[in-house]
């Protein structure tokens, strides 16, 4: 496996995560303007894992259809928390912002490595999103706070 498509490899597997824990949460939020918020993210992780699976597929023959472990044990951690507070939508935002994080972070870490220019350009273009993502996610952070 090619260093680059490792590095795709990893942000598929933080989005396939991440756009699993934003459909979760979803259902556990009491406010609507954040269960549309949380569909609206999910989809925006979906169509990135569909840019970046066509890299994975050229150099492994399958998609990438994993998940990150770092992002699952927050999921839970968050469910936990979840039903421990008096305040659901505030926790499952904040937790999901932590996502954001480390999705921006996998995304640099992959672009601060030589790519070729159509993964590197693609990788630019989804960081613009998720960059807007996290904004996004980050305001209604502290709005709910």
């Known amino acids: ?18 756009a699993s824990f934003y459909q979760d949460a979803k259902s556990q939020v009491k406010d609507p303007s954040i ?18 699976t066509p890299f994975v597929i050229i150099q492994e023959g399958e998609p990438e259809e994993g998940n990150n ?29 932590e996502v954001e994080d480390k999705t921006l972070s996998d995304i640099t870490q992959a672009m601060d490595n030589e790519q070729p220019p ?3 350009s693609t990788l630019r273009e989804i960081y ?18």
């Open 1 to 18: 496996m090619s260093k680059y498509i490792h590095k795709i490899d990893d942000i598929i597997k933080t989005l396939n995560s991440a």
């Open 35 to 52: 269960a549309t918020l949380f569909e609206k993210m999910r989809m925006i992780k979906q169509q990135a894992v569909t840019r970046l």
């Open 69 to 97: 472990y770092s992002v699952e044990a927050r999921k839970i951690y968050a469910n936990l928390l979840a039903k421990l507070s008096s305040d659901t939508d505030h926790t499952l935002v904040a937790q999901l912002e």
């Open 118 to 120: 159509e993964v590197y």
């Open 128 to 145: 613009v999103d998720m960059k807007a993502c996290h904004d996004e996610i980050h305001a209604v952070e502290r709005a709910t706070a």
